[in-house]
């Protein structure tokens, strides 16, 4: 079977050339036809042409008949050029004269004719011949003279034949390039589509919005059109998710801040040691529902669809990020930690949602400052490369190790073994933050291959 995938171009092809190829052959077919015809008429005026100049040349000499040729036309007649010609001459009453004498006789209802042609069988060929009747000259006697000259038909089958391949080469010729012709076309025709497919392919899976419908030729207009229908109706589908995501996580947030006051009170109150245990356990839990809730509002914040993921402006990236450092600094050195930010003079101004990018910036140094041990160091970076603008943040703890380094950006992922607090949900909104503004987010090693080093670059634009 084929397994080629079927394309319009194969198929346009297709209707195209069967009808094409179809109408050669016909064409083909008809040209035999008419050659046969041409030929049959010309060969058979020589044939007659031979028989009149035997026929002329028929003699009597004492009674007897017989034909007066030169040795080398006869020789001429019987291994021709064209193959050799079978010829007879009978006198009246059908004596023999000269020439083959079991040559087949006219039919016998064209006896009164002067000139017959007829199709016979001669020495297994099938023959062409022509039958002459030459009245007897005045004074030779009476009667008339019956002559024959015949030919192997096969000969004019052939000259038939070979007019028939001239004509069909120069039409298989044209069918040929008739096809590569609409191969082509077809080619140049569907390169309108090819706009619309790199339109389609240069987005991310954050823009649903409309595709250009006036750069797509009118047949394909129609499909531009379905296609935004269905963006339209996805990207309301989409947001309509968030918003209950959103809304939920909001109404929750409420009642579970209350759930870890009052459990840290209870926890507090409580004189049982063991009671005391267990409200401190549901303290940590209620706290841990409280960040997994907040992680959840800014995922459905970050995620496309999302009211703020078009929100943009120029957003001086070195600023935003020394803020956002500074804020993180008490964080940092509750857990003695050494939180920096690497000052470089560089140009960094990017197009961006600044709430998002301190969203993003967040939970990279929330990761720094919780997976580093007590003493460590982590810094803050923002530079330039090539024209990229790249935010980093170092640390010198565990680090990730390599195989890990895509799978963290995953929902929900955690290390094994790693600390029980957090959600795992921290990168993954990076990474959407990150794709939301056309920038790619990576892992890797800190300096001297300790510690975890990830890198953010914003593309130019
Ligand atoms: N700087 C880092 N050093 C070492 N491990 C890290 C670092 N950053 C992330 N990880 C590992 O990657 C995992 C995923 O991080 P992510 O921020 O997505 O989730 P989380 O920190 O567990 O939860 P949260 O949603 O509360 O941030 C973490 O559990 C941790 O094991
Ligand atoms: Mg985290």
Known sequence: MDSRPRTLRRKLLQWVSIPLIALWIISTLVDHGVAKGFVNLNYDRALLDTALDLGRNVRESGNQLYLDLPEHVVEMLISGQQGR????????????????????DPPPEALDDRVTYYDAVYRNDAIRAVALRVPLRPGT????????????????????????????????????????????????????????????????????????????????????????????????????????IADAAHQLRTPVAALKTQAELAARQARDTELSATLQQLHSAADHSARLVNQLLSMARAE?????????????????????????????????????????????????????????????????????????????????EDADTVLEVEDDGPGIPAEEREKVFERFYRLPGGSPEGCGLGLAIVREIAQGHGARVSAHAGAGGHGSRMIVRFAPG
């Open 85 to 104: 010609f079978y010829y007879r001459a009978n006198g009246p009453d059908g004596a023999y004269i000269t020439g083959d004498p079991d040559l087949p």
């Open 141 to 244: 006697g009476s009667g008339t003279i019956l002559v024959q000259v015949a030919e192997r038909s096969q000969l004019r089958e052939n000259f038939a034949r070979q007019i028939m391949v001239r004509m069909m080469i120069p039409q298989g010729i044209l069918v040929l390039l008739s096809t590569l012709t609409i191969w082509f076309g077809i080619g140049l025709g569907l390169r309108a589509l090819t706009a619309v497919r790199r339109e389609i392919e240069s987005r991310s899976h954050v823009d649903l919005s409309p595709l250009d419908e006036s750069a797509a030729p009118a047949e394909v207009r129609p499909l531009v059109r379905a296609m935004n229908g269905l963006l339209q109706r996805l990207s309301a589908a989409l947001a309509s998710q968030q918003r209950f």
């Open 304 to 384: 496309p669809g999302s009211h703020r993921s078009v929100m943009r402006q120029p957003v001086d990236l070195s600023v935003l990020a020394r803020e956002t450092t500074g804020e993180w600094v008490p964080r940092a050195l509750a857990r003695n930690i050494d939180l920096g930010f690497d000052d470089r003079p560089t140009r960094s101004t990017i197009s961006a949602d600044p709430f998002l990018l301190r969203e993003l910036l967040g939970n990279l140094i929330d990761n720094a400052i919780q997976y580093t041990q007590p003493g460590g160091h982590v810094t803050v970076r923002v530079r330039s």
